[in-house]
């Protein structure tokens, strides 16, 4: 099995930046493609950004974060990151980590971010 925790929402001001960070344990040996996703309230959960099994491989975005979110992966398969800039209040949402391993999906709990002034 794959553990996966998210840490690094919070309340920013539209235009400001977070980082999202995933840390993974348990079997990351499984670990394929990763991604983000989020879901605000009464919205169904969406895609953000997905992301192969190194850096250097495939990256996909949604059509609304393109050229504001980065997604990236750390080393040896145990961290996931975003990088979010220029956020708008229609970024406000639960972001979920997401890991496809040989056993199946597994999803993080979600961390809140909040975008307002």
């Known amino acids: 099995q794959v553990q996966l925790v998210e840490s690094g929402g919070g309340l920013v001001q539209p235009g400001g930046s977070l980082r999202l960070s995933c840390a993974a344990s348990?079997?990351?040996?499984?670990?394929?493609?990763m991604g983000w996703y989020r879901q605000a309230p009464g919205n169904q959960r969406e895609l953000v950004a997905t992301?192969?099994?190194?850096?250097?491989?495939?990256?996909n975005y949604a059509d609304s974060v393109k050229g504001r979110f980065t997604i990236s992966r750390g080393n040896a398969k145990k961290t996931l990151y975003l990088q979010m800039n220029a956020l708008k209040p229609e970024d406000t949402a639960v972001y979920y980590c997401?890991?496809?391993?040989?056993?199946?999906?597994?999803w993080g709990q979600g961390t809140q971010v909040t975008v307002s002034s």
């Open positions: 997401y890991a496809d391993t040989d056993y199946g999906g597994y």
């Open positions: 348990g079997s990351i040996f499984s670990i394929g493609t």
């Open positions: 992301i192969g099994v190194t850096s250097n491989d495939f990256t």
